[in-house]
Every structure is written in C-alpha cells, then in structure tokens.
C-alpha cells in the first residue's frame, strides 16, 4: 500500500510538470523551491538568551549539584563552602546562615568560619548575634586578635564601654593558661594596648597608662603601648615624655607603620585667627 502510494505521488509530479512544459512555463524555478523546501532544516530558534540570567542558571545548577553532596555528607568542607560562595553570588545572603553555621561548629579549629557568620549576622543587622559569635571564638581562642578587634568597637558603638573593657580582661585572664598550652598564642602587649585605647576613649587616663605600662612589661619590643602611652602624656600635655615616647614606638614599629606613627606623634597645627579690624 505504501509502494502504491508513492509512486503515485511521483506520477502526479511527473503529469504536472509536463503539463507545465506544454504551456510553457518554466519549471526550473518551481523545482528549486521544492528542492530548497525539502534540504532546508527548519529555521533556529534565534532568540537571544540574556547573559545574566544565563549565569543565574548556572549559579543555580552549580548550587544544586553542592546541595546534592551535602545531603550525601553534610559537614563536606567545600562543599559548605561553594554553597555559601554561589548562594551570596546569587544575592540571598539569609541562606549562607546555615551552612556558615554548620562551618563554624564542626571546625572550631578554623575560626574564620564562625568569623564569617559573625559578619552576616552583622550585614543582616542582627548586632547581637554578630557579638556572640565573636565573643564564641574568644573563648576557645583567646589569642584569636581579628575576633577582639571586631568586638570591641561594636560594644563601643553600642555605648557599651563596660562590656568591651570586660571582654578584653577576660582574654587577659586567660592568656596565662592559653599561653602554657601553646607558647605565644596570646599577644599580651597588644591586648593590654587595646584596653589602653579603650581607657584613652573614655579619658580614663590613669587606666589608660596602667594598661599601657603593663603591655610594655610583657613585651618591651612592641611599639603599641609605647605609642598608647605617648598619645595619652601628649593629651595631658607632657610633651617631652610624649616626645621620648613617640621616639621610642618609631624605632620599634615595623617599616610599614613607621610613617603612621610619625604622623600621630606630630600635633595637630594651631589655628591662629586675627581679629578683623575696622579700616
């Protein structure tokens, strides 16, 4: 039945352009439409794909494919990891709490993780939950200094100058035994110049020097309580203790803070206004 078929349909081509050809009508352009209708593949879709939204659907396949890993090993390091990269890409930065987290608690030993999660927290405005997860990683870490410096100006902006001074004397308190278990783990003179500054803030001077003349007795090579103190006499007017002082933190500073240093040992210039006069 199908052989029948198509010869017949080549015996009504082939009556048709006979026909054609006795009244004297061209057939070569009627078989190149033909020919071109039957080689031609159907038309591309040519729509254009928009580059963003097509690095979105990678994004996402990218995410799906961590997820996956994730369910088969939920502490998998890097895979947390590029979950938290490709979902803060994909702008939800409220879903990189939960891996953040998971990174935090099963490696306690790498304290950036929870250091990250204090920064979202704080990014998403939750201050208070930001506080805590530093204050977590201070106490397992004492001598983990980025966590204290993190800390304490939130407190402070927070108008909280108790807490911080409170958290800087508890890393204090620990750093005796943090030190016995790991020599040095603990910088004590940069601790101690910390809460000088924090003194200095709130013009508690007494305090301010005491804390900075305590950070030079654990370590006389370190030009921060140097420099800490010599701002304080400086406030207080004593300028050639100031000056032997500020002296004293060049010579020990690190090439790369050497200028800082020299640019706070220079006072401020005084402004002399003149008394406008009547001509």
């Given at each position: 039945m199908a052989q029948r078929?198509?010869?017949q349909w080549i015996i009504n081509i082939v009556l048709i352009i006979i026909t054609l050809s006795f009244l004297g009508i061209s057939i070569a352009p009627l078989l190149g439409g033909i020919i071109a209708a039957i080689s031609s593949p159907p038309e591309a879709n040519t729509a254009k794909v928009d580059p963003a939204q097509q690095r979105i659907n990678e994004l996402k396949e990218q995410l799906r494919g961590y997820e996956a890993v994730l369910k088969r090993e939920p502490?998998?390091?890097t895979a947390l990891i590029e979950v938290v990269n490709l979902r803060t890409q994909l702008g939800d930065l409220k879903a990189t709490l939960e891996p953040l987290q998971t990174l935090a608690d099963s490696y306690?030993?790498?304290?950036?993780f929870r250091m990250a999660l204090a920064r979202t927290h704080l990014e998403l405005g939750d201050r208070n939950q930001s506080k805590a997860e530093l204050k977590k990683i201070l106490s397992t870490n004492?001598?983990?200094?980025?966590?204290l410096e993190r800390l304490i100006p939130l407190e402070l902006e927070d108008k909280r100058p108790e807490a911080a001074i409170g958290v800087i004397?508890?890393?204090?308190?620990s750093a005796a035994t943090a030190n016995k278990i790991q020599p040095n783990s603990v910088d004590v003179a940069t601790v101690q110049w910390i809460l000088g500054e924090v003194y200095r803030e709130q013009k508690r001077?007494?305090?301010?020097?005491?804390?900075?003349?305590?950070?030079?007795?654990?370590?006389?090579?370190?030009?921060?309580?140097?420099l800490g103190k010599a701002q304080v006499l400086q406030a207080q007017e004593n300028t050639a203790e100031a000056t032997a002082l500020f002296t004293k933190a060049t010579e020990l500073a690190p090439p790369e803070?050497?200028?800082?240093?020299?640019?706070?040992?220079?006072?401020?210039?005084?402004?002399?206004?003149?008394?406008?006069?009547?001509p």
């Open positions: 078929t198509a010869r502490k998998n390091q306690p030993d790498q304290p950036q004492p001598g983990f200094l980025m966590a004397k508890e890393v204090l308190d001077y007494e305090e301010a020097i005491a804390a900075y003349e305590a950070g030079i007795k654990a370590d006389d090579k370190n030009f921060r309580p140097y803070f050497k200028d800082r240093v020299k640019s706070i040992a220079q006072p401020a210039p005084t402004v002399t206004v003149e008394p406008i006069t009547e």
